[in-house]
Structure formats: C-alpha cells, structure tokens
T-cell receptor, first 110, second 119 residues
Framework: KNEVEQSPQNLTAQEGEFITINCSYS?????LHWLQQHPGGGIVSLFM???GKKKHGRLIATINIQEKHSSLHITASHPRDSAVYIC????????????FGTGTRLTIIP | GAGVSQSPRYKVAKRGQDVALRCDPI?????LFWYQQALGQGPEFLTY????????KSGLPSDRFFAERPEGSVSTLKIQRTQQEDSAVYLC?????????????????FGAGTRLSVL
C-alpha cells in the first residue's frame, strides 16, 4: 500500500463544475503539498499546509491531521485547470524530501 | 534565470552508456532535490542536498546512480551503465528552506525535468 493515496485517478467534468480531489496518507507528516503538473512535465506548487485550510483564487485546500486526509477543491472549473494534480507529504521537519501520490488527471470539458 | 534550470531537456542513451544530468537551482536556495518520475506515476525521491552536504540518498535505486553538489549550487546526477529501466523524467527542485527572519520556506520549485530514454 502506498503511503500517499489519491482519488480519483482520473476525473472528467464539465466547465463550471465544482471539483474535489482527495488525498489520504498513512504516516505522520509535518506538511502536505498540492502540486499541479501540466503536459510536458512542469510542476508548480499550489499549496503547502500543515493544518486547516488555505485558499488561492478558485483553489481551496483543506487538511484533517487526525484523519490523515486532505482535499483540493476547484470552484467554477475551467478548461485551463486541466492538468495532473499531485499530493505530496513531508514526513518531518528535519528532512524536506517529499513522498508523492500517483496524481489525479483532471480534464475539464468546455 | 529566475527558475530552476535543467539540462539537457531530452537525452537518448544507448544501454550501457554513462549520462550526466545538470540542475541549476534558484540562486540562494539552500536545499536541492532530485526526483525520478516514470511514465504515468508520481515523482519518487532520489536524493537531497543542503548546501553541498548530501543529507539523504536513500532513494537512489542502485550504486550506478551518483549525485553531487560540490559548491552548494549546481548539482549533477550521474547514471553509470544506463539500463532500460532508468528511462524516466528526472526532476530537480530547490527550496530556500529559511528566510532572513527564520521563517520556514519549504516550498519546492521544480525544473522542467530531463527526459531520459535508454535504448
């Protein structure tokens, strides 16, 4: 079993729909990251959070430390949101290395 | 440049050949990471530097893989006697780690990657 599990693996939705991507992890962590990867490889960090909720534009990320679960939400989805969204965890403060989920491929249809 | 730069972007190697992949982190970033991403998978950790010190190399898959960062800035990932299973995208990332006020700045900034194909 992977330390970081994401669901769904693939998600197709109509433009304007509210999107939720889930991430569960099985180990203690010091922080959780949400990243976006577009075709061609470029990875961009969206959020880093260790508790509560963060919002940036139409993106919202939440984390529940007790339940070892995080969600990434996209409101009013747009075709340009189509990408792979990856959840990654950092295990402890001393070592910054990340353990990644396999990603969720999101396709928004106009 | 302002971002993490990796070269080459694409590398085709014959099985058994040695390759060297270069990473130029963002200027001033203390931490540097190498990740390997197989097709359709999430990245997997290879190794991690703080300045010139290699603090964690637990992800290197075999002793054919070697990484260095001799002056605490540019890093090179070397793969000796490449095998077909080494074919992947190799990603480099850097982070500031701490700002002047002592606040943790652990956001990792990624390069575009080097796509290695071993034939």
């Amino acid at each position: 079993k992977n330390e970081v599990e994401q669901s769904p693996q693939n998600l197709t939705a109509q433009e304007g729909e509210f999107i939720t991507i889930n991430c569960s992890y099985s180990v203690g962590i010091s922080a959780l990251h949400w990243l976006q990867q577009h075709p061609g490889g470029g990875i961009v960090s969206l959020f880093m959070l260790s508790s509560g909720k963060k919002k940036h534009g139409r993106l919202i990320a939440t984390i529940n430390i007790q339940e070892k679960h995080s969600s990434l939400h996209i409101t009013a989805s747009h075709p340009r949101d189509s990408a792979v969204y990856i959840c990654a965890v950092r295990h402890n403060f001393g070592n910054e290395k990340l353990t990644f989920g396999t990603g969720t491929r999101l396709t928004i249809i106009p | 440049g302002a971002g993490v730069s990796q070269s080459p972007r694409y590398k085709v190697a014959k099985r058994g050949q040695d390759v060297a992949l270069r990473c130029d982190p963002i200027s001033g970033h203390v931490s540097l990471f190498w990740y390997q991403q197989a097709l359709g998978q999430g990245p997997e950790f290879l190794t991690y530097f703080q300045n010139e010190a290699q603090l964690d190399k637990s992800g290197l898959p075999s002793d054919r893989f070697f990484a260095e960062r001799p002056e605490g800035s540019v890093s090179t990932l070397k793969i000796q006697r490449t095998q077909q299973e080494d074919s992947a995208v190799y990603l480099c990332a850097s982070s500031l780690r701490w700002d002047r006020g002592g606040t943790a700045k652990n956001i990792q900034y990624f390069g575009a990657g080097t796509r290695l194909s071993v034939l």
